[in-house]
């Protein structure tokens, strides 16, 4: 008995304290709770809901409808949910936007239905205010945005990594290893898009980044998907991507700089290449002048049975061999260029057939596709037959002892920025009409690495090669402004194609002196060279001709011995002397008497110096070393 009494008291006890938990419950928890009739009424409430809906207690709730409180169009769609639970018999969970108090708040809202014994009697419900938590999504929601589209749109490629594979990339990224989207490449191991000899030191900077350590930015190369490289600029941090430990690396593509880091290193050297072969070839001209002339005048004056003869001969025949290497190095040094005329490339052509016919092998044969038409080119016509020269040559000993065919084509084309992108000597080339003139064999073709040194002074492939053939022509070309593309492979043979640019000015008439053998000349010769042995040697030839002759050491002597000497006709002048150049004393002589003659002579002699005489009136030119016949025409055109 005395237990039924405990027990009823015990549940009173628990009775009390369940009511006193739902008051406090609906009266001071942040949250709206009510209680409606299967008709949609309200008939219990708390205090919340009082104040959302905008009256002072929740007693002024019971019997009335949301239609009460809120436009019939919003409180329409809650009455239809409310009979939605009772219909379904199920909870309703919603996150809704409303108008409470002249303030849009977001709620998060539970509506279920209620029954008594087994008796449904209408609808529970409670609603949160969840529009703090809303604003922060949104905030968060609307800077992922942002920062996706930053990630997008960088041109620079964005990588995540994660216990080593990709989990994220930019499509900057994808195109970058050679893919056309980012999902492509997810899973992948991050460090088999690295060179293998890169690899153990890319690693190092992913532990780095793990251990969030800075990394500099560094070099480094990408192997893509199709197997090529590529050089990038690379910086490796770590990074939360999803939750979870990972490295962000962001990658620029830098093959361009480097390309042009190569091509700079590349013309540095070749011009450092070119002012010590112009230096070497203008002194060794010079001792060649002294051998060649005194080996000339040997001949003349010797008995013309003496067995010396011949000697003579060789040390004649090797010395021009050492003078045609002396004038590829000048060639190739761009200061060897000093008669510009203007000529028709197909006769230039023309003329040298005889001479390129015995200069190939005999199982070459040679074919020409001259074009029909051809504008004029502003060239040193001796230089560009050097050229051609160099460049049959080279076709016939690709060709060897097989047979081939050397192809020589000329032709005139409007090369525009993107054709002359590919060229060599890009440096000061413009767009515009360029004749060009192809040299194209069948011999055995060239790989990379030739390809990559074939201008190279002295580089060369060959057993008895010399390499400067084509050291002597770029240097040409370079000075004549042009540019020249190469075709070739293994096997497959080689074309070279030379743009020279198309001459604006109109064609002038040259007239050409027959030279005459036996020639004598009279009067008084002044020579000046700083060279004793060029005097020397000079001095004897011109006596030769019948020439009295006076000399002077440079150009300020030159001046004086001028001035003293009325008789003198002829000026034979070294362009660089101390004291006073060839060009500066050319000025002083003229201006002692106007039509005064002047032969300038040079063994080496910056173009555009030269290019000053042009149209100045200088009688003509010889270049050092020369031979007796050399001089000997020269002095008859003047
Ligand atoms: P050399 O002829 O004395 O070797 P060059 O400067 O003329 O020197 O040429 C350099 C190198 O370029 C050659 O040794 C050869 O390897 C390569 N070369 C030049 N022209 C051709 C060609 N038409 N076919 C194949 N290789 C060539
Ligand atoms: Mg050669």
């Known amino acids: 008995m005395s237990d039924t009494i405990t027990e009823q008291s015990r549940n009173t006890e628990v009775q009390t304290l369940q009511e006193h938990f739902h008051r406090v ?68 969970q919603s996150e809704k936007k409303y108008t409470v108090n002249d303030s849009v708040r977001w709620f998060d ?128 941090v770590f990074f939360t991507y999803r939750g979870k430990d990972s490295v962000l690396a962001i990658a620029r593509d830098i093959s361009e700089r480097k390309r042009m880091q190569e091509e700079l290193i590349k013309s540095q050297k070749l011009e450092s290449l070119g002012v010590l072969a112009g230096g070497i070839a203008h002194d060794f001209n010079n001792i060649l002048m002294a051998i060649i002339g005194n080996a000339d005048l040997a001949m003349m004056r010797i008995n013309k049975e003496s067995p010396v003869i011949e000697n003579l001969r060789r040390i004649e025949q090797s010395a021009a061999k050492a003078a045609d290497l002396a004038k590829q190095m000048l060639a190739y040094s761009g200061k060897g260029k000093f008669v510009i005329e203007q000529i028709n490339l197909n006769l230039l052509i023309e003329e040298m057939l005889q ?81 060009y003139l192809e040299i194209a064999d069948t011999g055995c073709g060239m790989d990379k690495f030739t390809l990559e040194k074939i201008f190279e002074p002295f580089f060369t492939t060959k057993f008895t090669g010399r390499g400067l053939g084509m050291a002597a022509v770029i240097g040409i070309i370079r000075g004549h402004k042009g540019a020249i593309k190469i075709y070739s492979e293994p096997g497959k043979g080689s074309s070279f194609k030379i743009l020279l640019p198309a001459s604006e000015k109109p064609a002038e008439i040259f007239n050409h002196v027959p030279t005459q053998d036996n020639w004598k000349g009279s009067g008084t010769v002044l020579l000046v060279d700083d060279e004793e042995t060029v005097r020397g040697i000079g001095r004897e030839m011109l006596q030769e001709f019948g020439f009295e002759v006076i000399t002077a050491n440079d150009g300020r002597e030159a001046v004086d011995v001028f001035k003293s000497n009325p008789a003198i006709n002829l000026v034979i002048l070294d362009l660089t002397m101390p004291h006073m150049d060839g060009e500066q004393c050319f000025r002083e002589l003229r201006k002692l008497k106007s039509d005064v003659k002047i032969i300038m002579s040079s063994g080496f002699s910056e173009h555009e110096v030269t290019q000053k005489f042009v149209g100045k009136g200088i009688s003509g030119f010889i270049q050092k070393p020369y031979k007796l016949s050399d001089l000997k025409e020269t002095l008859q055109n003047v």
Request: overall charge negative.
């Open 355 to 435: 001479m390129l016919h015995v200069s190939i092998s005999k199982n070459a044969v040679l074919r020409l596709k001259l074009a029909h038409t051809l504008p004029l080119v502003d060239v040193d016509a001796t230089q560009i037959r050097q050229v051609v020269m160099n460049l049959v040559i080279n076709a016939s000993e690709a060709i060897g002892d097989k047979s081939g065919v050397i192809a020589i084509t000329t032709g005139c084309m409007d090369c525009d920025q993107s054709y002359l992108k590919d060229v060599w000597l890009i440096e000061n080339i413009k767009a515009g009409f360029y004749v």
């Open 109 to 236: 809202i539970h509506v279920s239905p209620i029954t008594i014994d087994g008796q449904l009697i209408g609808t529970v419900g409670c609603a949160w205010d969840i529009t703090e938590r809303k604003l922060i999504e949104q905030a968060l929601a609307e800077s992922e945005e942002r920062y996706r589209r930053v990630v997008e749109v960088s041109p620079e490629a964005i990588f995540i990594h994660c216990k080593g594979r990709f989990v994220f990339m930019n499509m900057a990224g994808a195109k970058l290893l050679g893919a056309g989207n980012p999902e492509e490449l997810y899973g992948k191991r991050a460090l088999d898009f690295v060179s293998p000899d890169l690899q153990d030191k890319v690693a190092k900077r992913i532990r780095n980044a793990w251990q969030r350590k800075d990394n500099p930015l560094i070099e480094e190369e990408l192997v893509r998907l199709d197997g090529t490289t590529i050089p990038v600029e690379m910086v490796s």
């Open 25 to 92: 419950l609906l009266s001071n928890f942040p949250f709206a709770a009510w209680l409606k009739d299967k008709e949609d009424r309200y008939q219990a409430a708390n205090v919340k809901l009082a104040e959302y809906l905008g009256v002072a207690t929740p007693e002024e709730l019971i019997g009335k409808t949301i239609h009460d409180f809120f436009q019939s169009d919003v409180a329409d769609g809650i009455s239809a949910e409310a009979q939605e639970v009772l219909t379904n018999g199920t909870t309703i």
